[in-house]
């Protein structure tokens, strides 16, 4: 079956091959972990999906795994909590650390799905932009300095002439090297430029 992941880890078997059907259920891959460290030492991040995880589990705990995902990898998939009535402000702290969601039992088996799809929503639109951000280096890498120069004081605003005047050009070679920005870059109208300096200012 192609398509995103549910990783599951818990350490109850019942509760893990419960929550195995369920999601099956919805035609989503899921893979069950019974603890932590197996999942890390499994885990490869270029796979899309999700985590449901433990929040209290023997061994690595929940927290101390989100913690090593965040250390290990610049992007890995978003991470929802199951969590008992005691353990909320635990979850709260797994929120605060980047967690996506968390989810307190006992809850209905619906919203345990909405919040996967969302998750994993979520994932694809921030492996999207990593893409993106990705491919936009790559394009600025084939700039002159000089182009560099020019792209970013056009994605700041600035008319040709006010570029001529910083970097003592004359408006005509600005007009050159702006042109060359757009070829090399694949950018049709100013506007696309922003975007770009945007999207490498927000990696």
Not at 120 to 139: N, T, Y
Not at 156 to 174: C, F, Q, W
Request: include cysteine.
């Amino acid at each position: 079956m192609s398509g995103p992941t549910v990783f599951i880890i818990d350490d109850d078997p019942a509760v893990a091959r419960s929550l195995r059907w369920l999601i099956e259920a919805v035609q989503l891959n899921v893979e069950l972990f019974s603890s932590a460290q197996a999942f890390l030492e499994a885990y490869d991040a270029t796979t899309p999906g999700c985590m449901v995880l433990d929040v209290r589990i023997p061994g690595l705990s929940g927290l101390e795994l989100q913690e090593q995902l965040a250390g290990k990898y610049a992007y890995h998939a978003p991470i929802i909590f199951i969590t008992g009535h005691g353990d909320v402000k635990m979850a709260v702290r797994a929120i605060q650390a980047g967690a996506f969601d968390f989810i307190e039992k006992p809850f209905r088996d619906q919203e345990l799905l909405d919040r996967i799809q969302r998750a994993i929503i979520f994932d694809a639109e921030q492996r999207g932009k990593i893409a993106e951000r990705v491919e936009i280096s790559e394009l600025f890498a084939t700039l002159s300095p000089r182009e560099r120069e020019v792209f970013g004081l056009v994605a700041e605003g600035m008319s040709n002439k006010a570029i001529a005047y910083d970097l003592g050009l004359s408006s005509k070679t600005v007009e050159v090297h702006r042109a060359k920005v757009m070829e090399k870059l694949h950018a049709r109208s100013l506007a696309d430029l922003v975007k770009m300096s945007m999207q490498m200012k927000s990696g």
